[in-house]
């Protein structure tokens, strides 16, 4: 069983920073492909950025491109989100996705989710 923990979500000013990780619980974590979506109160959950078992990144919501960051240690089971340059626009809960699958924008493609970690950028 995968389990998925998100943290580093919180509240901060337009233009500021946060680093979100997830941290996963399972064995052979290398071997799956990680995504991070996220869902704002009345909006559909959408997909944020992709990195693959291997830590090849990308794609980027064209939202987040040049602001946000992907990235992955294995040794530590852990996938973070930089991300800079925030504002109001992405106040969400965001949420990590683990599949063997393909990295894939749409959210039926993850059999595995976290909890969600709230991000709020006030303006």
């Known amino acids: 069983q995968v389990q998925l923990v998100e943290s580093g979500g919180g509240l901060v000013q337009a233009g500021g920073s946060l680093r979100l990780s997830c941290a996963a619980s399972v064995r052979t974590f290398s071997i799956y492909n990680i995504a991070w979506f996220r869902q704002a109160p009345g909006k559909e959950r959408e997909f944020v950025a992709g990195?693959?078992?291997?830590?090849?990144?990308?794609p980027y919501a064209d939202s987040v491109k040049g602001r946000f960051t992907v990235s992955r240690d294995n040794a530590k089971k852990t996938v973070y989100l930089q991300m800079n340059s925030l504002n109001p626009e992405d106040s969400a809960a965001y949420y990590c996705a683990a599949t063997l699958s393909r990295i894939s924008g749409s959210a039926g493609s993850y059999p595995h989710w976290g909890q969600g970690t709230q991000v709020t950028v006030s303006s």
């Open positions: 990195v693959n078992w291997s830590g090849v990144t990308g």
